[in-house]
């Protein structure tokens, strides 16, 4: 009975456990839901961020992406300028200019037409891709606007010579002026109908119009100088042929007075001969005795005979050594001997006018020299000082080393020559115009045949001079290489 | 002797022709079996065919025009490599010039019955085949295994027809059974998918059409991503530059978006399937590295890889396409010889996936044996 009573209970009971176990179950599982749709929530935000992050990225990677590609863009046509430049560098023919750019290098800068027309002659110098009726019409175009090219470089697109060429043809174009700094050569026309072109190709395409504007400059330049130096080389030419002319003309005459005055020696000897010999033999009485007046003067005529026959010896001579009818025998020879001979033989003449000789002569010193031309040379300068130095003077002889060289000097302390004479006085007949020289007997040959001698034997001859101190002259020999 | 010779020459036919003789009959004296030419759209294929029977002779002879080529670490846009084949390979093929489905799936079935030993196929489809009809075609007659690959081109690059095989010289649909020979075939994309992954809603595979995104016009994807650079975007047809990743069983391919219709639909190449899950994707360098240094190569000297191209996948890439060539060629281990073409597009069976899977962006590592 107790049993059927408590069997309902037990079952409410345990009923009522079950419903309050399901309640906490489900109120766990809720939690649990809610736990979920947080992550949930969390994991869509962190997926959202991501996406936002993504627009970043790809964005970025754009810009990226189109930076590098105008970088490489840019060190393309870099590469491309510098190739076309170094093509174009050694061209020095205008007409070759534009056969460096060819149909590549025109694609390679962005286009796929190209025109150049010269605006000097309106002759097409380039073309790729344009018909002739077009570059007929473009050629009148241009004719009409060619003052408004002057100063550009590329045309805008708002003048009025690039609108009506693109409203003529419908034409996406470029066009460009080839310019030097002062001459218009041409203009470029590019064409490429599928895209515009960046600033970085404007940029391109300004540099090569510049390039060639500058390059057919240098060639304009080039050409000029080339005529330039033809005509100079031309006038050289002349002026030499000229001048070879004038040379041979000289040394025809020169040769024409050797000659001349050789012959004139030579016939003049004779007669001379003949008369001084008749003149001495009247004046040793050998064709009688003379009256004193007549022997005087026949003297006189002797003595005039004996200038003449000097003269004309020492004439003969220069006129031998001009035309090298002399023969020069240069040897070995010790040049202080010579010295100390000569002035033995003229020290009679300087006691005369009582000239004190100063020697400043090393003991002995072999040179190369003709003993006896050199004698003439010592003669000469040595009778000269004497001739030109006044009683109670001073001649110097000295030798002086110089290299290979010994100089000899003679001073001496007489009148001395005028600054605007002393250039001509190796001229021959050249005599100084002076009071005192008018005084002085003499031809005006001496010097000559001494400069004649020097020269002859490849040395150098000078003089130096002061009026009232005196003159020294100078001459030089070549020591012997013992000696050296 | 060596395997396989290869040899490049960028001059014009005759003389391109004359040059590769020369090198090729400096290492190999015997006649030629199997020759195998890869040439730009410059050169004329009967030329070049009467002027390689002529010098070289081959028994057997297949020819492809490719816009680039891939000689080592190098893109060429003008030339032709030969590849000359030292190996007793056998190779059987099928030529279908005619764009006509029965054709097509009668001329497979009598080629797979030709067909004893195992094969590698390797096919190459014109412009006027319907690559997606082909494909199932394919699947149906040869199955989807991973021994199936090749690509095919969405436009002519020349005047001249495409392909030669012997005697014969045509566009068409050319597949070549390569058997007795050690192939091991892999894809590799480099691309990283980036932000929410969004659903291709309705998508017009014949006409390679993706008609809704996330139930909202294509084209929104890009304007959500790129935001104020969409219309730059858009105007300078830069879409192709971020494909889409689809993920599909752990296998992933790539989509690319060749245009925008004015509808906000997007026009694609690739295998895509109704309700896809999809992800933008940009190319990353890193991840090519990881790919390449992940591929298991035995360190055989005999070795050549054949790359397979895209033309899309050079777009995206621009200057970084030799680069990553050169990156290629400099991390395989030994100094294998690498050779390559490009196609519009590839393909290369999944047996995961059970098709065969288009593919414009990725790459394909062919490593002959």
Known sequence: MTGVFLQPIILISSLFFIIILLILYIFSKLKTISLLKEKIYDLNKTIDNLDIQAKLIVKTDLDAKLYQEEAEDKLKKLILLKNLILSLMGVLDKEKIFLQIDEKIINKIGFDKALVLSLEDFNVKLNFGFDKEFIEEIKNIIYLHKNFLKGQFLIPKEAKLYKQIANKFNLDFNIGVIRGRENLYGIFLLSNPNREITFAEKEVLTIIFMY??????????????????????IKIKERTQELIKSLKEIERINKAKSDFISTLSHELRTPLTSIKG?????????????????????????????????????????????????EIKIAPSDIVSLINEIVDFLTPQMQTKNIKCNLELPPSLIVYMDRSLIERVLVNLLNNAIKFTQEQGKIDIKIKREDKSAIIIISDTGCGIEKENIDRIFDEFFRVNNPINMQIKGSGLGLSLVKKIIESHKEKIWVESEIGKGTTFYFTLKIKEENV | MEEFIINFSEKETEEAVKEISLKIKSTFTESIKIFFVFFTPHYNPTTLLENIKYILNPEFIFGLQTPYLIFEDKIIEKGLISLCINKKIDIKYNFIKENNQNIIESSLRKFSFKLIEKKFFLSLVSKEFNIYEVLRTFEWVFGFGSNIFGGGFLKKYSEYPSKIINNDINDGFLTLALSRVDINIYKISGFLALGKPFVINKVLQTQRIINQINNMEPIDIFKNYFEDRFEFLKKYKLLNLYPFIIKEKNESYLISIVDSLEDGSLLYIGDIKKNSKANIAIYNPGI??????????????????????????????????????SFIKNSLPYKYKVIGFYLDYSFLGNEILRRIILDSVSLIFIFLK
């Open chain 1, 212 to 233: 060639i504007g500058q390059c057919l400059d240098n060639i304009k330049l080039f050409e000029e100088t080339y005529k330039m130096r033809e005509t100079l080389e």
């Open chain 1, 278 to 326: 008749f003149s001495s033999l009247l004046i040793e009485n050998k064709f009688g005795k003379l009256p004193l007046e007549a022997k005087n003067r026949l003297e006189k005529i002797d003595e005039n005979i004996n200038k003449l026959v000097d003269m004309v010896n020492t004439l003969l001579d220069i006129s031998r050594i001009e035309s090298k009818k002399t």
């Open chain 2, 288 to 325: 090519l590295y990881d790919s390449v240094k992940n591929i298991k190569l035995e360190k055989d000297k005999e070795t050549l890889l054949i790359i397979i191209n895209t033309t899309i996948r050079k777009k995206i890439l621009k200057n970084y396409a030799e680069r990553e060539i």
